[in-house]
């Protein structure tokens, strides 16, 4: 079974990639950051952190396509959390359609307003996206440790990923089984029953492994420390690269306060 893993792109060679993970991870951080908190309103501030993600995308050699799709899976909660504001915001109605006694109107200000939120969730996810096309998860993870991310968080999630692939196997070897006994036919409840079971069996089975990946670390003396390939210390272009995004990040809301008040 074939999965494309996020960090499929991460065993790459540019500078982008021989960035110390928590230098990217700072970096991320701050063009979000920037991203959030620049004013509703204002769409100028954000060119500088669409065009840095730019020039990071195209150093790092992420294929556009690979980008694009993953940005247009996460795109219906985007649509989900802005396709109101076109509706309810008053102003010139650019569209009009009537809907039994009511009339649904599209207007101008509504759709200023549904570009604010959506324009940041994108490049939000573009920056997230970025950060986990060019570095490798357990890399990552090692890089949240030295940002004192806690212990515990950062092996839930390196976990997580390791098995979150693992466990989607195992759902499809399920789902094959029981279509090869009842071939999706039957009544609708007896269908629901039979997948309500899958769920059942996949959490024991999920139990069941990871009490022995414990007992297996435990027996080889995992203390609770995840070991990465990557245990260098910052280098000071790493050290200048988190320092230049910071900087950048603070003085794109600064100008966003000052210009706008």
Request: hydrophobic content about 55%.
């Given at each position: 079974?074939?999965?494309?893993?996020?960090?499929?792109?991460a065993?790459?060679?540019?500078?982008?990639?021989?960035?110390d993970?928590?230098?990217?991870?700072?970096?991320a951080?701050?063009?979000?950051?920037?991203?959030?908190l620049?004013?509703?309103?204002?769409?100028?501030?954000?060119?500088?952190?669409a065009?840095a993600?730019?020039?990071?995308?195209?150093?790092?050699?992420?294929?556009l396509?690979?980008?694009?799709k993953?940005?247009?899976?996460?795109?219906?909660?985007?649509?989900?959390?802005?396709?109101?504001f076109?509706?309810?915001?008053p102003?010139?109605a650019?569209?009009?359609?009537?809907?039994g006694?009511w009339t649904?109107?599209?207007t101008d200000?509504?759709?200023?307003?549904?570009?604010?939120?959506?324009?940041?969730?994108?490049?939000?996810?573009?920056?997230?996206?970025l950060?986990?096309a060019?570095?490798?998860?357990?890399?990552?993870a090692?890089?949240?440790?030295?940002?004192?991310?806690?212990?515990?968080?950062?092996?839930?999630l390196?976990?997580?990923?390791?098995?979150?692939?693992?466990?989607s196997?195992e759902?499809?070897?399920?789902r094959?089984?029981r279509?090869?006994?009842?071939?999706g036919?039957?009544p609708?409840?007896?269908?629901?029953?039979?997948?309500?079971?899958?769920?059942?069996v996949?959490f024991?089975?999920?139990?069941?492994?990871?009490?022995?990946?414990?007992w297996?670390?435990?027996?080889?003396?995992?203390?609770?420390?995840?070991?990465?390939?990557?245990?260098?210390?910052?280098?000071?272009?790493?050290?200048l690269f988190?320092a230049?995004?910071?900087?950048?990040?603070?003085?794109i809301?600064a100008?966003?306060r000052?210009?706008h008040?």
């Amino acid at each position: 079974m074939h999965h494309v893993m996020l960090d499929h792109f991460a065993a790459g060679a540019t500078p982008v990639h021989r960035l110390d993970p928590a230098a990217k991870t700072v970096a991320a951080l701050a063009a979000i950051l920037a991203t959030v908190l620049v004013s509703r309103e204002h769409f100028l501030p954000l060119v500088p952190v669409a065009a840095a993600l730019t020039v990071y995308h195209a150093l790092g050699r992420v294929p556009l396509g690979y980008t694009v799709k993953r940005l247009l899976i996460v795109s219906p909660f985007a649509a989900a959390v802005a396709v109101m504001f076109p509706l309810l915001e008053p102003g010139r109605a650019l569209w009009s359609v009537a809907v039994g006694p009511w009339t649904l109107e599209v207007t101008d200000a509504g759709l200023a307003r549904a570009a604010a939120p959506v324009s940041r969730f994108f490049l939000c996810a573009w920056a997230a996206l970025l950060l986990l096309a060019t570095t490798r998860f357990q890399d990552l993870a090692g890089g949240l440790g030295r940002l004192r991310v806690p212990r515990v968080l950062v092996t839930q999630l390196a976990f997580m990923y390791r098995y979150l692939w693992v466990l989607s196997d195992e759902m499809m070897r399920l789902r094959m089984a029981r279509a090869a006994r009842d071939g999706g036919f039957g009544p609708w409840t007896l269908r629901m029953r039979s997948r309500t079971g899958l769920v059942g069996v996949l959490f024991l089975r999920t139990f069941d492994r990871a009490e022995r990946i414990y007992w297996a670390m435990a027996a080889r003396g995992f203390d609770g420390r995840l070991s990465t390939v990557r245990e260098a210390p910052m280098r000071p272009a790493d050290w200048l690269f988190a320092a230049a995004s910071v900087a950048a990040a603070a003085a794109i809301v600064a100008w966003d306060r000052l210009a706008h008040g």
